[in-house]
């Protein structure tokens, strides 16, 4: 029975860092990510989406353990100074372990 | 004469975002309105450029742009010296000030439309030209020449931006079709253009309600400085413009050009090249102090400046 336990990664943060992002991810051994616009509130306001500069993604990545601790450290050191960006991750099962 | 109803659009979604009302325009929508600006406007510069010869026109483009790389430099040491922003801002703030609005030319234009007075074919063209240097100038002036990011990739982000495609895709098109070609499309880009810029100005104003809390939060040296700013920057522009011999319309409309700041353009290059300058600084003032400073009062004022040069130079 091979191991189906993995982390999903959430990240919320700026639609101006999408694409960058994205890449960032994949650089950093993500095989994959789903992208939502999002919107909501927090510490930097409300974020409602109504034109490009206040709207917000929520990008999820389903990954390795360490995979998922790459990514924290580096978007931690890259991103949390200056954007606003959450960032969580819980624990998942996956059907094709195989996939991720 | 009576205020012009595209202005009183603003003024609702002004007054239903500062109310809290539930109107808002769909994203998507935004997006095609904008579309439309930027195309109709690009379309109709265009057209008149392919008739005029265009080895005329290269001189004043780059007067035009020079114009762009130094009002920039002109802005950072006044805020750095008298508001004493610190170093990031203060390059944004140059960069969105430097930087052109595509919506108040496009109140420029109709503005100048009621009152029947012509503009220069080349306007849209100086419109591109005005557009990039002052980010370009103000990533400068925020990172110095150290390469922290690639600049390969801020150029694209900035020279390929969809205003920028779209306004120079308008103008090679209609240049190339002529205004035969261009007939069969006026009556949804030339014929519904105020219709357009209604709507586009409706959610201006609840975007521009929407910075009315950063502007209690940061209040008054915003206020000062979106109020001040649009004034002596318009007159170089006015003064440009009738040194280069434009008419009346077109010195008009390059006053209201280097009046106007940009928050489509540069916020978004600002954003990515300059990460620890606060994005609500410059976007409350450009959008929630500069943009309707300059539909309400500031045209007006500028198309007088422009009539007093041409009076007084003849």
């Keep these: 029975m091979p191991d189906d336990s993995r982390k999903l990664i959430t990240i919320v943060t700026e639609a101006i860092l999408e694409v960058e992002l994205c890449e960032h991810l994949e650089k950093l051994g993500a095989t994959g990510y789903t992208v939502t616009n999002a919107r909501g509130s927090g510490h930097r306001g409300i974020r409602d989406a109504g034109w490009s500069s206040s709207s917000n993604v929520r990008i999820e990545v389903v990954c390795k353990e360490e995979v998922a601790q790459r990514i924290a450290t580096s978007l931690r050191d890259n991103y949390y100074n200056d954007y606003a960006m959450i960032f969580f991750e819980s624990d998942v099962r996956v059907l094709r372990p195989e996939k991720f | ?314």
Excluded at chain 2, 27 to 45: E, F, M, Q, R
Excluded at chain 2, 150 to 161: D, N, P, Q, R
Aim: proline content about 7%; glycine content about 10%.
């Design chain 2, 1 to 314: 004469m009576s205020v012009d109803p595209v202005i009183l659009f603003f003024v609702l979604g002004l007054v239903a975002g500062l109310a809290k009302s539930d109107l808002r325009i769909p994203p998507a929508v935004y997006d095609l309105l904008s579309t439309l600006l930027l195309i109709t406007i690009g379309l109709k510069g265009g057209v008149e450029l392919a008739k005029s010869p265009l080895a005329g026109v290269l001189p004043q483009a780059a007067g035009v742009l020079a114009i762009g790389f130094i009002l920039p430099l002109l802005i950072f040491p006044v805020l750095r010296a008298f508001a004493r922003f610190p170093r990031a801002d203060a390059a944004s703030l140059a960069a969105h000030y430097g930087s052109v609005s595509v919506a108040t030319f496009a109140v420029g234009v109709t503005f100048l439309a009621e009152r029947n007075v012509a503009y220069d074919s080349q306007l849209p063209l100086f419109l591109v030209l005005l557009e990039v240097p002052a980010i370009i100038v103000g990533i400068l002036l925020a990172r110095g020449l150290r390469s922290g990011q690639s600049w390969g990739k801020l150029l694209h982000e900035i020279l390929l931006g969809k205003s920028i495609v779209l306004l120079v895709g308008g103008l090679a098109i209609g240049w190339a079709a002529g205004p035969a070609g261009v007939q069969p499309l006026e009556p949804l880009f030339f014929d519904l253009f105020k219709g357009v810029l209604a709507l586009f100005l409706l959610e201006m104003g609840l975007i521009a309600a929407s910075q009315a809390q950063a502007l209690r939060t940061k209040g008054l040296p915003l206020i000062v400085f979106g109020v001040l700013a649009p004034l002596p920057l318009a007159a170089i522009g006015a003064c440009t413009g009738w040194l280069m011999g434009l008419s009346v319309g077109g010195t008009t409309l390059l006053a209201v050009l280097t009046g106007s700041a940009s928050y489509i353009a540069a916020p978004a290059a600002i954003r990515i090249a300059v990460p620890e300058a606060n994005p609500s600084l410059s976007l409350t003032a450009s959008l929630g102090v500069t943009f309707p400073f300059n539909i309400f009062v500031g045209i007006p004022i500028y198309y007088s400046i422009a009539t007093a040069l041409h009076q007084w130079g003849g």
